[in-house]
T-cell receptor
Framework: DQQVKQNSPSLSVQEGRISILNCDYT??????FLWYKKYPAEGPTFLIS?????DKNEDGRFTVFLNKSAKHLSLHIVPSQPGDSAVYFC??????????FGKGMKLTVNP | NAGVTQTPKFQVLKTGQSMTLQCAQD?????MSWYRQDPGMGLRLIHY???????DQGEVPNGYNVSRSTTEDFPLRLLSAAPSQTSVYFC????????????FGSGTQLSVL
């Protein structure tokens, strides 16, 4: 039972445009959601998080939106840059120490 | 500030061999975990620990053993390596507080022939 799903494996956008990465979850016990970014041959690094008591969190070009009624969160990157090309993972925390990630989405930003 | 350190970075094993992947963190984190990353499968949790002396299974624990004798170290043991264990392995840690982010090591690329 995968509690966090990233249904689209890849996304390609032009530099300067918006990138929208989506994540769906099933566990209502999650109280934090985190996004990670991973470059090839490196470990994942933390990008941005959101508490379940909020519906939006912004950090520079990155904004995460949370829709609890739909059990859906999204990461917006505006404007997208070639250096944003990476694999992005989301996961939820809460109710268990079993921290399970989504399968990830590969973002390619074309110059 | 070293953070999470994994050794070795690369390893080639023959089927049936055993080995231990090392993971150490210097942030006094209570929580540590092991993930494997395979193409199309994302990051899958193997085992995790919420403190010294406490370990539990993740999503894909078969073929792997762990122990947590100290807060700093969380080794992952392959007792009899199989080609299906060819993967990139990541160790991660975080403090015990809710909402705290995971810190990852740089990974170990393991090939089992």
């Amino acid at each position: 039972d995968q509690q966090v799903k990233q249904n689209s494996p890849s996304l390609s956008v032009q530099e300067g445009r918006i990138s929208i990465l989506n994540c769906d979850y099933t566990n209502s016990m999650f109280d934090y959601f985190l996004w990670y970014k991973k470059y090839p041959a490196e470990g994942p690094t933390f990008l941005i998080s959101i508490s379940s008591i909020k519906d939006k969190n912004e950090d520079g070009r990155f904004t995460v939106f949370l829709n609890k009624s739909a059990k859906h969160l999204s990461l917006h990157i505006v404007p997208s840059q070639p250096g944003d090309s990476a694999v992005y993972f989301c996961y939820g925390q809460g109710g268990s120490e079993k921290l399970v990630f989504g399968k990830g989405m590969k973002l390619t930003v074309n110059p | 500030n070293a953070g999470v350190t994994q050794t070795p970075k690369f390893q080639v094993l023959k089927t049936g061999q055993s080995m231990t992947l090392q993971c150490a963190q210097d942030m006094n984190h209570e929580y540590m975990s092991w993930y494997r990353q395979d193409p199309g499968m994302g990051l899958r949790l193997i085992h995790y620990s919420v403190g010294a002396g406490i370990t539990d299974q993740g999503e894909v624990p078969n073929g792997y053993n762990v122990s947590r004798s100290t807060t700093e170290d969380f080794p992952l043991r392959l007792l009899s390596a199989a080609p299906s264990q060819t993967s990139v392995y990541f160790c991660a840690s975080r403090s015990g507080a809710g909402g705290e982010k995971l810190f990852f090591g740089s990974g170990t690329q393991l090939s089992v022939l």
